[in-house]
């Protein structure tokens, strides 16, 4: 959490010292939609298979800069959630040779930080690769539902990502393909379809089925659309 607030006040205090009458900055004002959840594996004998994936809304303030006609640095705070869907078979139950299955609903929320690197392949259109750095925030919250002996129980998630066994830290590499078209003036109408594949294992190594983490594993993958106004300072 140190190294975290630490980054993001390195990156502050460099654009604002920069300045953006210095360098040209652009500043887009999104918000987004983000759908996934993440390449998940289950300590044995649970197994998970993927479900449908739902669209999660965000906020993005994100600042730009051309290093080259062409080549465009971009980066910012993005604060988003981002929901999946997930069947859950093999659940150990009280009962001796007794399995129950089930379907589990989550959804996560992170502030994100992009570092992209653009390049303008047409006067509205640019191709991106970057990295990101993210900090899980709040509690992991959905719905879980358990079918067991011919009984259904539901119950809702709130809870934190300890609990479920999960580190807070993430980063990854991010592919973007992005619109930009003049409205008027100084402002452009942005939209951006990013895609990020998380590197970091978020999965604590201890987590076991006797303390109720049934994570074996857990990586970020999501997809997004930002929709947005950008404007030339």
Do not use: C
């Not at 009962?95 to 006067?123: C, D, N, Q």
């Amino acid at each position: 959490m140190v190294q975290f607030k630490r980054f993001v006040g390195v990156l502050a205090s460099t654009f604002m010292a920069w300045g953006p009458a210095a360098l040209g900055i652009e500043v887009t004002a999104a918000l987004s939609g983000t759908a996934g959840g993440g390449e998940i594996g289950m300590i044995e004998p649970l197994s998970i298979e993927p479900g449908a994936a739902y669209i999660e809304p965000g906020l993005a303030v994100l600042g730009s800069h051309k290093l080259t006609p062409e080549m465009e640095i971009e980066s910012g705070l993005w604060y988003f959630s981002s929901g999946g869907a997930y069947h859950i078979k093999d659940i150990p139950t009280a009962v001796p040779g007794l399995f129950a299955e089930g379907s589990s609903r989550l959804k996560t929320t992170f502030l994100r930080i992009p570092i992209m690197f653009h390049y303008w392949f047409h006067p509205m259109f640019s191709a991106g690769l970057g990295v990101y750095f993210a900090r899980g925030m709040g509690n992991i919250k959905g719905k879980n539902t358990l079918y067991a002996g011919g009984t259904k129980t539901t119950s809702d998630v709130n809870d934190s990502w300890d609990k479920y066994g999960l580190k807070q830290n993430d980063y990854g590499l991010m592919l973007d393909l992005t619109h930009q078209m003049p409205i008027s003036g100084r402002y452009s109408f942005y939209a951006s379809f990013k895609y990020a594949k998380g590197l970091a294992e978020l999965a604590k190594s201890d987590n076991s089925l006797a303390a109720g983490n049934f994570f074996k594993s857990f990586k970020v993958v999501d997809m997004s659309l930002l929709l947005g106004v950008k404007a030339e300072l």
